[in-house]
């Protein structure tokens, strides 16, 4: 199994201003996500987190609005910048286990509340 | 691009009963999640699925590969199962998911 703490768990920012959210796995795990869940809506990727190189980002994210980083196999941070209304939203991190029986498990999440 | 079909959105149930959560998908998968999401956000993946069935204390999850169907069951309903249940499937070996838009149950005493 893999136990992931997110911190903040929940955030209120004001509009322009940037939030980083960290995410720490308690052991090494292969594949780092990074997700979104807007009020309402179902869970949507932002991009995968890669070990010492840039992110991989899903269509309609861009990194300069959703900076990542993944300098090990047991921490990433996404940073959520230039804060909008429209950015309020759970955000989760996921990780996977590349073995036989490969199952995916989520953090916490963090909610954020922009005004 | 696959889509995930859940049904029904919304679900009361009264406590005791039994409850089943639909989930259908347009394309060929490796493998299908079912996830608990609580009030305050928080996931826990309850079954990963590639084929047949998984039991796990009250909760069922079945799935027909041929059909591109799976169900979630839980016997003996109780108000703490109260959640968002969530589909979602994976192709391929790259493990990125593609979510249903969950069902809420709510489970009154």
């Known amino acids: 199994s893999a136990v992931i703490s997110q911190k903040p768990s929940r955030d209120i920012c004001q509009r322009g201003t940037s939030l980083t959210i960290q995410c720490q796995v308690d052991?090494?795990?292969?594949?780092m996500f990074w997700y979104r869940q807007q009020p309402g809506q179902s869970l949507t990727l932002i991009a995968t987190?890669?070990?010492?190189?840039?992110?991989?980002?899903e269509s309609g994210f861009v990194i300069d609005k959703f900076p990542i980083s993944r300098p090990n196999l047991t921490f990433s941070t996404l940073t959520v910048s230039n804060l909008s209304p429209e950015d309020s939203s759970i955000y989760l991190c996921?990780?996977?286990?590349?073995?036989?029986?490969?199952?995916?498990?989520f953090g916490p999440g963090t909610r954020l509340t922009v005004l | 691009k696959n889509e995930v079909e859940q049904s029904p959105q919304n679900l009361t149930a009264q406590e005791g009963e039994f409850i089943t959560i639909n989930c259908s998908y347009s394309v060929g998968i490796s493998a299908l999640h079912w996830l608990q999401q609580h009030p305050g956000g928080g996931i826990v993946s309850l079954f990963m699925?590639?084929?047949g069935k998984k039991k796990h204390g009250r909760l069922i999850a079945t799935i027909n590969i041929q059909e591109k169907h799976s169900s979630l069951h839980i016997t003996a309903s109780h108000p703490r199962d109260s959640a968002v249940y969530i589909c979602a499937v994976s192709g391929g070996s790259n493990y990125k998911l593609t979510f249903g838009k969950g069902t809420l149950l709510t489970v009154n005493p």
């Open positions: 052991s090494q795990v292969t594949m």
């Open positions: 996921s990780v996977a286990k590349v073995r036989v029986a490969d199952t995916q498990y």
């Open positions: 699925l590639s084929s």
């Open positions: 987190a890669n070990q010492g190189s840039e992110a991989t980002y």
